[in-house]
């Protein structure tokens, strides 16, 4: 099998596809999140922690500045992402649940079972 036609199976393979509509999913999850993080949540800190902006707190070592509050502000959208993110798979999952304990309807019987009852009931009458 040349490398065209294995590449050919793989690309078109349902695991390929829905990785590529995850990671497109993945891209338009993260503006919204990073929206609200930045528009809604991360002001809401800063005044919970007397008014800091993050993208602001450096250190200034010579003529080059160490801004360590990006990193603290990605850190705290990281773990708001996060918990989102647990949010929605927890609720993938008792969904996934409830559709595992929906009891399953009963197997109809064997052909030879159900002829032996057809035939029983006949002869009750």
Known sequence: M?????????????????????????GAF???????????????????TGGINFDTIAIKVGDAQLKYGV???ATIKFVIVAFFLFLVIKALNSLKKKEAEAPAAPAAPPADIALLTE???????
């Open 2 to 26: 040349g490398m065209l036609q294995e590449f050919k199976d793989f690309a078109v393979k349902g695991n390929a596809i829905d990785l590529a509509i995850a990671t497109v999913l993945g």
């Open 30 to 48: 993260n503006a919204i999140v990073g929206a609200l993080v930045d528009n809604v949540l991360m002001p809401i800190v800063g005044i919970l």
């Open 71 to 73: 990193a603290i502000g």
């Open 119 to 125: 035939i029983r009931d006949l002869l009750k009458k």
